[in-house]
């Protein structure tokens, strides 16, 4: 790629998260492409709408939209919106979608997602991590309501780079795309650490929606469900420093409180349930658990709600 030449961008999964950071990414000026599957359609006749509470009303239309990744030009970065559960399944469409060199920037929760895709594609092409702190949702085809927040945390995982320095340059690279779409962005040096810092979030509030049948607001206005938050946290922060990764003291705390100015939010995972689709329960609590439970730190608070929840999902689906 010339100096001085945005990057095209590919977008793997047009979904809540797929559509606004495209969109975004698109009114920013860059050559943005989106795959997509049921929504080919609506997207390709009408493009991508989003109703933001931060933005405003956003339309991108037209979009550029593709149905199969072979259709698509070479991408020099390709972010990735598709859910855990469907990534060993993703990587015929990113080799084909790639550029040499490509980067690869999974947008997804959970612990050691990248490791089932690795193995999968050119050893040539890198593959990062992204962490997205955003309450966002699809409310149909092609139309996406972004409640809050909004920042991505980017880490390096592997690829061609060996040395920390060259790794934290094309993180920085990534995150400068998100900043350039007035998107807030911090390169993470850890990705591991970054992705145990973010289920201190992930994992109480998106189980309990679905086990207790009720977003943000409700849970943080009933003392059971606060202290059970809380303990929740307390463990996620305990196995990450089992694992010998660093979290900041107070830094389950803010995101309590965080949660508590937040608008009301039904957390992706609660969305999943609704339309019958797989939880992502391996990365989100199997891995984090298995990793706690390799260096003696047991979180029976977290296996209990995992229990619930893969009991809850293999009934749902």
């Known amino acids: 790629m010339q100096a001085g030449v945005k990057p095209r961008i590919g977008m793997i999964g047009t979904g809540a998260i797929g559509g606004f950071y495209g969109v975004m990414l698109a009114r920013a000026g860059f050559d943005v492409h989106f795959l997509l599957r049921s929504e080919f359609g609506a997207v390709a006749d009408g493009g991508l709408q989003v109703d933001s509470a931060v933005h405003g009303a956003l339309t991108l239309n037209p979009a550029q939209a ?4 072979a259709d698509m030009p070479p991408c020099d970065w390709l972010l990735v919106g598709a859910k855990t559960t469907s990534n060993a399944d993703l990587a015929p469409a990113i080799i084909q979608a790639a550029a040499d060199g490509a980067k690869v920037l999974l947008l997804q929760n959970g612990l050691d997602v990248e490791d089932e895709l690795r193995p999968l594609l050119p050893d040539s092409l890198h593959l990062l991590g992204g962490l997205c702190l955003i309450c966002v949702h699809r409310v149909g085809p092609g139309v996406i309501a972004h409640q809050a927040l909004g920042a991505v945390n980017i880490g390096y995982h592997s690829g061609p780079c060996n040395h920390q320095a060259e790794r934290m340059a094309i993180v920085e690279q990534g995150a400068g795309l998100f ?3 007035g998107i807030d962005s911090q ?3 850890d990705l591991q650490q970054a992705r145990w810092q973010k289920l201190v979030w992930n994992v109480p509030y998106n189980g309990l929606s679905v086990l207790l049948g009720a977003s943000t607001t409700p ?3 009933d003392d059971h469900s606060r ?9 996620v922060v305990r196995g990450a420093q089992a694992c010998g990764h660093h979290v900041a003291p107070g830094y389950a705390e803010y995101l309590f409180a965080m949660t508590e100015k937040m608008p009301d939010y039904w957390p992706s995972m609660y969305h999943d ?4 689709r797989a ?14 439970k390799a260096v003696g730190c047991e979180l029976p608070k977290i296996e209990a709600l995992y229990q619930a929840l893969a009991f809850i999902d293999r009934r749902n689906r």
């Open 187 to 189: 390169a993470m040096p």
């Open 66 to 69: 593709y149905r199969s990744a």
């Open 219 to 221: 849970l943080m206005a």
């Open 273 to 276: 349930y609704s339309h019958k």
């Open 279 to 292: 939880l992502e329960l391996e990365a989100i609590y199997g891995r984090p658990l298995a990793a706690a």
């Open 179 to 181: 900043r350039s779409a």
């Open 227 to 235: 202290g059970l938050i809380q303990a929740l946290m307390g463990e």
